[in-house]
């Protein structure tokens, strides 16, 4: 048996909010709008928002694609008829998988655990496009450290459904036990984890942290990979 880590990958290991920062600049100027910043931290909350919404079940993914393209341009006084904002969407995509940004820290982190860490296997639950995921772990280099990559897109459910955990289990066909998720969401990482009774460990953790810990069965906390190298090791010892 191995001790599996399952790491979610944005805001864990790779720095969304500097790709999407990146990417959204790009796709604004190719479509004649002026960058502001006002404009990404709108576009941010309202991808937040959609997100949200898409993980309850609410909303499929194409909607949420079209909403926070439809809602930013507006936003920019834009008409969007006559505007695929599909099309949009996918070059945004496409922006954000050229323009991988790591944690700063992440691979010395991932090399650490693999040089000191015994029978540790490293793999990436994430929901989004697989595209999108697949080519910033390229971009960046994380891709050398990881036994697999586990993409909502391509398995066809999203985190935090049973189903998504289920699956890779199946792939991976490992006891539970020798499971720890890792994750700064608690909507979609530790409540996966709580959903599939699976150890869990919330990263760069916020707001009322004792009673969210209670709510969501959290096993560990860690504000940086100091402290999450730790916990993986003790965690490593007794699972």
């Keep these: 048996m191995h001790h599996n880590l399952l790491f979610d990958l944005d805001q864990t290991l790779l720095d969304f909010h500097a790709s999407e920062h990146i990417a959204l600049k790009m796709i604004m100027e190719r ?3 002026v960058f502001k910043e006002e404009y990404y931290h709108f576009f941010k909350q309202v991808n937040k928002s959609l997100w ?18 439809k809602r930013l341009f507006e936003e920019c006084g834009c008409d969007t008829d006559g505007i695929n904002l599909l099309n949009i969407n996918s070059d945004f995509i496409d ?26 296997r490293i793999y990436i639950i994430t929901n989004g496009v697989t595209r999108n995921a697949m080519g910033r772990i390229a971009s960046t280099g994380l891709k050398n450290y990881i036994s697999n990559v586990f993409v909502s897109d391509s398995i066809g459910v999203s985190k935090p459904a ?22 700064d969401s608690l909507s979609s990482d530790m409540l996966g ?47």
Aim: net charge negative.
């Design 95 to 120: 922006c954000m998988s050229q323009n991988g940004v790591l944690m700063t820290g992440a691979l010395e982190f991932l090399q650490k655990i693999i040089d000191n860490v015994p029978d540790t």
């Design 52 to 69: 949200l919404e898409f993980e309850k079940g609410n909303i499929s993914k194409n909607e949420l694609f079209e909403r926070r393209f």
């Design 193 to 239: 984890a709580k959903n599939s009774n699976l150890a869990s460990c919330w990263f760069m953790p916020e707001g009322d942290i004792k009673d969210k810990m209670k709510e969501y069965e959290i096993n560990y906390i860690a504000s940086s990979f100091d402290e999450l190298y730790e916990i993986i090791r003790e965690w490593a010892l007794v699972s």
């Design 162 to 183: 049973r189903s998504y955990f289920d699956a890779v289990k199946n792939s991976i066909s490992e006891p539970d036990e020798s499971y720890l998720v890792i994750g």
């Design 31 to 33: 479509n004649h709008l």
